[in-house]
């Protein structure tokens, strides 16, 4: 999916990511309107076909890679069963970025982070391997140039990219606490909120 922003200029991207009444939401063909024309967009466009739209085009090549970096963090990360107690670290290969990688990474994080997941990206609460993802993505680009990233060995690459999930980690467990807490106080218990769908189980 893509909201079309085709000549608009930035105060009135920004203005239209808050204002869903006044977009176009483009649908690939596949993806039900029903959830977002709940959300109010002004005009929602299914079935449409990605050779037609740029946005769309763009939207498929972003998922394709995502979904290969996120698919193989899932790998990476599998625990030994043998061994559950013991944490699983990626390998220093994920480290072992050449310049134009590590520039991907780069637009990578501006492209889905820089606001903050306000918009564009959201992990949800059952997939962890999204917020490893989204971590990585950080962590890298946290160095302000390739010659600094390169500086520091991919051993201390691992250890502190590790510091920095964990921390990531703990952070959404207490925000998925606040807000269980949160839907208690406004509808009275937990199965009220899941019901009317504003929040799911831990």
């Known amino acids: 999916m893509k909201q079309d922003f085709s000549g608009c200029h930035?105060?009135?991207?920004?203005?239209?990511?808050?204002?869903?009444?006044q977009s176009t939401l483009i649908l690939d063909q596949g993806i039900p309107s029903e959830p977002f024309e709940k959300i109010g967009f002004g005009k929602v466009l299914v079935d449409q076909d990605s050779k037609d739209f740029v946005g769309l085009q763009l939207a498929d090549m972003l998922v394709v890679i995502t979904g290969s970096y996120i698919s193989k963090l899932t790998s990476a990360i599998r625990y030994d069963k043998a061994?559950?107690?013991k944490p699983k670290h990626l390998d220093n290969e994920w480290f072992d970025l050449e310049e134009h990688q590590f520039d991907l990474i780069l637009k990578m994080t501006q492209f889905f982070f820089g606001n903050d997941n306000t918009y564009?990206?959201?992990?949800?609460?059952?997939?962890?391997?999204t917020l490893l993802f989204e971590i990585l993505c950080r962590y890298i680009s946290s160095f302000s140039s390739y010659e600094n990233y390169h500086k520091k060995s991919s051993n201390l690459h691992v250890k502190d990219m590790f510091k920095y999930y964990i921390a990531a980690s703990k952070e959404k467990w207490s925000l998925g606490v606040q807000n269980e807490f949160l839907t208690?106080?406004?509808?009275?218990?937990?199965?009220?909120?899941?019901?009317?769908?504003?929040?799911?189980?831990?």
């Open 120 to 129: 564009s990206f959201i992990g949800d609460s059952y997939f962890d391997e």
């Open 184 to 202: 208690r106080n406004i509808y009275g218990d937990y199965i009220t909120g899941i019901k009317e769908g504003v929040i799911r189980k831990l």
């Open 83 to 85: 061994e559950p107690e």
């Open 10 to 21: 930035s105060d009135r991207f920004s203005k239209d990511i808050w204002q869903p009444e």
